[in-house]
């Protein structure tokens, strides 16, 4: 009885479960979906998911299941040697699992080396970032039953052709490798899967610096005057714990935390705007730690939605003329982990790619030119325009733009037999 007054009425507060679970839709009855099942399988789901005290029992019997057989439960939760938690996606990366294969992984970095071309006669510049795998970094610590090998994977690849390409490439993942046992401060904790907070301010104080040096641009730097200890772990850097949801704690070691100061002497005015396109690595460091370096940041988060003072927050990269507003900034940063480095063949490359490969490019400016003066001529097609980018909190020139590029694609075919 208890449980069903607290499944309808919420008597008692409960905190949820942590990590990605999508209630189950109910749906509506009618005879079709009596007569076939759906809507008792449909209702059943739904009573499942939301029956009182669901995230009590979960707790308990994950704690159960961790305590007597330390199984963690949990999406793709691998628990290692020493309490040290891994994903399942980043160590069949690292094993060659998902290899994409070299002769894909060197025609992406060809077609990198095009777009980089490209922005740079916008005067916007290019680089890699390739953050830290925690299996490349804890190797000896994942659990028996992985056989290691020597197969290649996509980031051994992705590095050896980035690496002989004129791309500026940051690899941090490399980096962090070397840096391990020779500095105190754990760059990756037990219970994270991104780097660490410490590594995060590591890897930003780095950046900066290697903006500096490759680009020649003078840039505000930030400085690590001293390191925290603390068994309280902050932000990700217990993120996979989190995601057993259990009662207790996994036993760790302390995390450092660095403490940092900002330099402030070249005005804002003055400092470069970016662009990040890459997965939750950046999360880390999108806090505030780079703000005096940059005049503006913008992330395009899985090249998807895009957090940026110069859009609302829900918009999508669909929605608006990507390469008419990267070609507005000075620094575009592809940022991936090698579990997502896959990632580098889709994002960006391939839109732009379309954009600027040669001998077509010529004829596809040519085409968005002539679609464009077709809409100002259209007091019809402006004002379907004018109430797109309202809705998508672009202006009307940008949204004119990404429809003449999409009718260039398009029609390109058609328009030059």
Not at 22 to 35: C, D, I, V, Y
Not at 45 to 54: E, M
Not at 276 to 304: E, H, R, T
């Amino acid at each position: 009885m208890l449980q069903m007054v607290q499944s309808k009425y919420h008597i008692i507060s409960i905190t949820g479960l942590n990590g990605i679970s999508k209630e189950p839709e109910l749906r509506n009855l009618t005879f079709s979906n009596w007569n076939n099942g759906s809507f008792q399988d449909s209702l059943n789901a739904y009573i499942d998911f939301n029956f009182g005290f669901r995230p009590v029992f979960v707790r308990l019997y994950n704690e159960l299941q961790y305590d007597l057989f330390k199984k963690p439960h949990g999406r793709g939760l691998v628990l290692g040697k020493n309490n040290i938690l891994f994903e399942k996606w980043h160590i069949d990366e690292y094993l060659g699992t998902t290899y994409a294969g070299e002769d894909k992984i060197k025609y992406a970095v060809k077609k990198l080396q095009i777009v980089r071309s490209y922005l740079k006669e916008h005067n916007t510049e290019l680089m890699i970032l390739i953050a830290p795998g925690k299996p490349y970094y804890f190797p000896e610590y994942l659990p028996d039953y992985y056989q290691v090998n020597d197969s290649p994977n996509n980031y051994t690849t992705y590095s050896k052709y980035l690496k002989e390409s004129d791309l500026p490439v940051l690899d941090v993942n490399e980096w962090f490798v070397k840096l391990k046992g020779q500095i105190e401060q754990p760059l990756f904790t037990q219970t994270g899967t991104h780097w660490s907070e410490f590594g995060a301010r590591l890897v930003a104080d780095s950046l900066i610096k290697f903006i500096e040096g490759t680009f020649n641009r003078p840039m505000n730097q930030i400085h690590i005057s001293d390191t925290e200890w603390s068994y309280n772990l902050r932000k990700t850097d217990n993120d996979l714990e989190k995601l057993m949801n259990i009662y207790s704690k996994v036993n760790h070691e302390k995390a450092a935390y660095a403490i940092i100061k900002k330099d402030s002497a070249i005005d804002q005015k003055d400092r470069p705007s970016m662009v990040v396109i890459g997965d939750s690595f950046f999360w880390n460091i999108y806090d505030g730690v780079l703000s005096d370096a940059f005049n503006k940041i913008s992330y395009f988060y899985y090249y998807s939605t895009i957090y940026s003072p110069d859009f609302k927050s829900d918009t999508k990269v669909k929605d608006i003329c990507v390469y008419c507003y990267l070609e507005k900034q000075d620094l575009v940063i592809m940022l991936f982990s090698p579990l997502n480095l896959g990632y580098l063949r889709f994002a960006l490359i391939d839109d732009y790619y379309e954009e600027v490969k040669t001998p077509d490019k010529k004829v596809m400016d040519s085409l968005k030119i002539i679609y464009y003066h077709r809409m100002q001529q259209s007091d019809k097609w402006m004002n379907l325009i004018r109430e797109k980018a309202k809705q998508r909190n672009i202006s009307v020139d940008s949204m004119m733009w990404r429809d003449a590029d999409y009718m260039a694609k398009k029609n390109f075919r058609e328009e030059i037999n």
